[in-house]
């Protein structure tokens, strides 16, 4: 049983189609990048698929359950959304974690010690728990994102440019801490929106190409397409 499926999936803004007849299934243990010039809806899809942003056209089923038949906290347990901009209560990065607690606790260690742990991955200490979110830089709050969504034990995480605001060691660090994450458990899977040819070819082993936005296919009849396996 496929965790998500995309059937004929389409979203358009008010003068055109920016893709249409997507359809893609992702299975346990896949890594799967989305491809597309800016302005090709790779966002808008990725929100699509966990209900935050509404297709014009198609469906989408995680579980093979259509996302209208989840309560939408039983959805956020099965799969996490991580945006290139994450925004966080006021508090400190150990509250923005705890709160992912509340919907499934890390598994193994305790769950300060995972974060420590993890945090030290990417090259940060432990007083990282303790910086305001509102202090935050745009790649801290990437990384405390990321260790939140990871933390609250999804099934597949939909990531939206993770590293945008990184440097190329965190980058690093942060696709190698995705790539240990899903090899700790095969039924985990990851979508990946890059701008990075280079970065797709080393988080995934399928991309999906929305190709670029396309005029309204009443004119041109195009369709998004699915790539194979790099």
């Known amino acids: 049983m496929p965790l998500l499926s995309v059937r004929d999936a389409g979203r358009r803004i008010p003068d055109r189609w920016l893709w249409r007849g997507l359809s893609f299934e992702v299975d346990g ?3 799967v990048a989305i491809a597309g010039p800016s302005g090709s809806g790779k966002s808008l899809l990725l929100r699509a698929l966990i209900g935050l942003d509404d297709l014009d056209e198609g469906t989408v089923s995680v579980d093979e359950r259509p996302l209208a038949d989840w309560h939408l906290p039983d959805l956020r347990m099965r799969v ?11 508090g400190t990065v150990r509250d923005a974690l705890s709160g992912a607690r509340a919907f499934a606790a890390a598994s ?4 300060e010690a995972w974060a420590v742990e993890r945090l030290g991955r990417l090259g940060r200490g432990a007083g990282f728990l303790d910086a305001r979110t509102e202090t935050l830089s745009g790649g801290e709050a990437q990384i405390a994102a990321l260790l939140r969504a990871m933390q609250s034990g999804p099934h597949l995480l939909l990531l939206d440019e993770p590293t945008a605001s990184l440097d190329p060691d965190a980058t690093d660090a942060v696709e190698r801490l995705v790539s240990d994450w899903l090899d700790e ?6 979508i990946w929106t890059s701008h990075s040819e280079e970065q797709r070819a080393r988080v995934a082993t399928r991309v999906v190409d929305l190709g670029t936005a396309i005029p309204a296919p009443e004119a041109s009849g195009e369709r998004a397409t699915e790539t194979a396996a790099l």
């Open 29 to 31: 243990g896949e890594r």
């Open 80 to 90: 996490r959304y991580v945006p290139q901009s994450p925004a966080f209560a006021d």
């Open 185 to 190: 458990d095969g039924a985990r899977a990851a």
């Open 108 to 111: 193994g260690a305790a769950p």
